[in-house]
């Protein structure tokens, strides 16, 4: 499969360009973390380490090991900076440690919670619970975060 688990990717020189590389060479940039087939609105969720996300497109090819399905790769650097890592402000998962801004009403963009963005963080996810009746009463924010846990619960900075 191209780009299964644990393989490792160039940056390519255009977006489109990405190709599946040795991971001890010099041209890898980051790792597969999990491979998924099918749209990423029907799959499951990366993991929480996820800096990114790579849309695959369906490639038919003459062989079947030439051949790639519609899917999405997870992938995590191998060299900093690490957006995906709680607190980094660009990773595609909100997770516990990430902080957030309200960009209008009802919609919140993650941000750097070290204060360095444009943005300056207003809330910090300190946790992920099943429903909103679970978050503690500090709460003054739900966020949604998807998977088996889909609310976060934010407190607001000072």
């Not at 801004?101 to 919140?108: K, L, Q």
């Not at 070290?114 to 966020?143: H, I, K, N, Q």
Request: proline share 10%; with cysteine.
């Amino acid at each position: 499969m191209f780009l299964a688990a644990e393989e490792c990717a160039s940056r390519g020189r255009a977006a489109a360009a990405i190709e599946e590389v040795a991971c001890a060479g010099p041209a890898a940039a980051a790792r597969v973390l999990a491979r998924f087939n099918g749209p990423l609105a029907k799959g499951p969720r990366c993991p929480a380490a996820t800096d990114y996300v790579l849309h695959i497109t369906a490639v038919d090819g003459v062989s079947e090991e030439d051949s790639a399905p519609e899917g999405y790769a997870c992938m995590r650097n191998l060299r900093p900076p690490h957006p995906g890592d709680p607190g980094m402000g660009g990773g595609p998962l909100t997770v516990v440690g990430d902080c957030v801004y309200t960009e209008r009403r009802g919609v919140v963009k993650e941000t750097a919670c070290d204060g360095s963005p444009a943005r300056p963080p207003e809330y910090l996810v300190t946790r992920t619970v099943r429903t909103r009746a679970d978050c503690p009463p500090s709460t003054a924010l739900y966020v949604q975060v998807g998977g088996g846990t889909p609310v976060g619960c934010a407190r607001r900075l000072a």
